[in-house]
């Protein structure tokens, strides 16, 4: 039992991390295409500087080369939020999709998590966060076409500002995704009624000068749950893993996770979204 719980465990990471990698390629698909080519026209104005025989460019080459990366930079100006609002979508669609079988369960609905997703502060706004970010990364670019041009070092630090704008929009994306599967979870475990408590059962009065039985030779021991301990709880709950803002890669990778104590399978804390 517990081999099953771990390997569908295995199978959800498997799947969100694969959703994180599409979405960040999918919103970045045109904007990469818009970064490689400011990329090369930089880099090829600073390999036309190198050529010159004091190594940098003529005050007309440098007018020229401006005037090529301002028209290549405008290329940035791609809209990323509707395909950004699109990833948390599908990031709350695979969450709830991998606990089909969970909330019938446990009473909860997709239009109750949908509910409480829509408040999210940041999930609510990915679309919109991302944008601006797009664009605060586009106007570092053009802040640095707008410097010296003269020399190849001029040139290669706007290749290198450019070359960081697709990272950081990707790294944007994934984190939503990862987000938005992660608390799509949680909001599931919040939504969750509480469980009945079980009647109290009023103990039996036994004579002041009676024994406990005897536990006769060979009674066997209260049963032991599979960890090997009395059980923790006996009311079906559950443990899930929520990781802090800023929590390193296990604790974003196990953030969501549900485990029941009384089964012996605890959380994987090799788990992580680096690199193995």
């Known amino acids: 039992m517990a081999a099953t719980v771990l390997d569908e465990r295995d199978q959800s990471d498997a799947e969100a991390l694969a ?9 970045t698909r045109h904007l990469r295409k818009a970064v490689a080519r400011l990329v090369a026209l930089a880099l090829a104005q600073a ?34 939020a509707a395909q950004t609002t699109a ?8 969450a709830v999709r ?12 997709v239009a109750d998590i949908e509910a409480a997703l829509a408040a999210d502060p940041v999930l609510g706004t990915a679309g919109e966060a ?30 290198g500002r450019a070359g960081s704008v697709t990272a950081r929009i990707e ?16 909001q ?16 039996e009065r036994t004579p002041l000068t009676s024994r406990p039985p005897a536990r006769a030779e060979g009674t066997e021991e209260p049963p032991l749950s599979a960890n090997g301990r009395t059980p923790l709880v006996d009311n079906g709950l559950r ?12 604790c974003l990778a196990l953030s969501g996770h549900v485990i029941d104590p009384n089964v012996g399978a605890g959380f994987d804390e090799f788990t992580t979204f680096g690199k193995p």
């Open 19 to 27: 959703l994180e990698l599409a979405s960040a390629r999918t919103v």
């Open 47 to 80: 390999a036309k500087a190198r050529l010159n025989a004091d190594g940098q460019l003529t005050p007309a080459q440098q007018q020229a080369a401006r005037q090529a990366l301002n028209a290549a930079a405008a290329g940035l100006a791609v809209s990323v």
């Open 87 to 94: 990833a948390v979508a599908a990031g709350i669609a695979l």
């Open 98 to 109: 991998q606990e089909s079988r969970l909330l019938p369960t446990i009473g909860v609905t």
């Open 130 to 159: 991302t944008e601006q970010l797009l664009d605060d990364a586009a106007a570092r670019v053009a802040e640095a076409i707008s410097g010296p041009l003269a020399n190849p070092a001029d040139l290669e630090a706007v290749a």
């Open 171 to 186: 790294r944007q994306v994934r984190s939503l995704t990862n987000r938005a599967i992660n608390q799509a979870t949680v």
């Open 188 to 203: 599931a475990v919040i939504l969750a009624p509480p469980p009945s408590p079980a009647p109290a059962v009023p103990p």
């Open 239 to 250: 443990v899930v893993w929520q990781a802090e803002r800023g929590a390193c890669l296990t």
